[in-house]
C-alpha cells in the first residue's frame, strides 16, 4: 500500500449477484498515480465511434517501470454518455493492470448497477503493442484488438456484437488468418450458428478475392 496515498479510504461499497464487494473509482485510482508517479502519462484515443458503440484505448506509462494499454467499450443501450464511459473504462483497466486498483474492481455485477471498468486480472507479463503487427499470423494471438472485448462482452447487444464479429473477420485476407479468427472467437459465448454464418460468408469472400480473373476471349 502507498505511503503517501491510501486507498482504503476512498473505497465503496458495490452489491450484486455475489453480495457486496470494495470498489475504487478510476477517478482515485488516476489519483493514486499522479501521488505516487508525478511524470507518469496518460493517453486514451478512440479506436472507433458510432452511433452504436465506443472504443478506446488507454495506454498508461511510469517512467523506468513500465507501462499497460487495455481496451474499453461501451454502447448507449448502457449509457447514455457511453462514450465518456468507454474512455473511463479504458483508462481504469490500465490503471488495474499497472497495480493500482487491482484488488479493488469488484465483481461482475448486476445490469442495474452495471460500472463503467469490469474486474480484470493482471497478467505477468505484457506483449509490445508496438511489436506485434495483427497482419502477421503468428502475432495475431497476442495482438490486443479492440474488437475481441466486444465480441466477447456477453453484456453487450447482440446487433452489435455480430457486427463487431463481422469487421474483425473482415481483417483476415488469408484462410489462415481467417481460421485464427474463428479459434479467437470460439468461446465468445455467441451462437454457434452466428459464428459459422460469419465464417462461411468471409470465407467465400476470400477465396474470390484470390481467384485469378477471367480473360474475355
Not at 141 to 166: G, N, Y
Request: glycine fraction near 6%.
Amino acid at each position: 500500500m502507498s505511503e503517501t496515498f491510501d486507498p482504503t479510504k476512498h473505497l465503496r461499497e458495490l452489491r450484486g449477484k455475489g453480495g457486496t464487494a470494495a470498489y475504487l473509482d478510476v477517478k482515485w485510482r488516476l489519483v493514486w498515480l499522479r501521488t505516487e508517479y508525478p511524470h507518469a502519462t496518460t493517453l486514451v484515443d478512440h479506436v472507433e465511434i458510432s452511433p452504436d458503440i465506443a472504443i478506446f484505448k488507454a495506454t498508461v506509462s511510469i517512467p523506468d517501470r513500465g507501462s499497460a494499454t487495455d481496451y474499453g467499450s461501451e454502447t448507449p443501450r448502457d449509457f447514455g454518455d457511453y462514450i465518456e464511459k468507454a474512455a473511463t473504462k479504458a483508462l481504469g483497466r490500465a490503471l488495474a493492470q499497472l497495480g493500482f486498483g487491482t484488488q479493488f474492481v469488484g465483481f461482475e455485477l448486476d445490469e442495474n448497477t452495471r460500472i463503467v471498468d469490469s474486474p480484470v486480472e493482471r497478467p505477468q507479463q505484457q506483449p509490445d503493442p508496438l511489436a506485434i503487427d495483427p497482419r502477421r499470423p503468428q502475432d495475431r494471438k497476442s495482438a490486443p484488438h479492440p474488437l475481441l472485448a466486444v465480441i466477447r462482452d456477453d453484456q453487450a447487444d447482440p446487433k452489435v456484437r455480430e457486427k463487431a464479429l463481422h469487421n474483425y473477420m473482415q481483417s483476415a485476407t488469408t484462410l489462415a488468418q481467417l481460421a485464427e479468427c474463428v479459434t479467437q472467437v470460439k468461446e465468445s459465448g455467441m451462437p454457434e450458428a452466428t459464428r459459422d454464418k460469419a465464417r462461411v460468408w468471409h470465407t467465400d469472400r476470400i477465396v474470390k478475392a484470390s481467384a485469378p480473373a477471367s480473360v474475355a476471349g
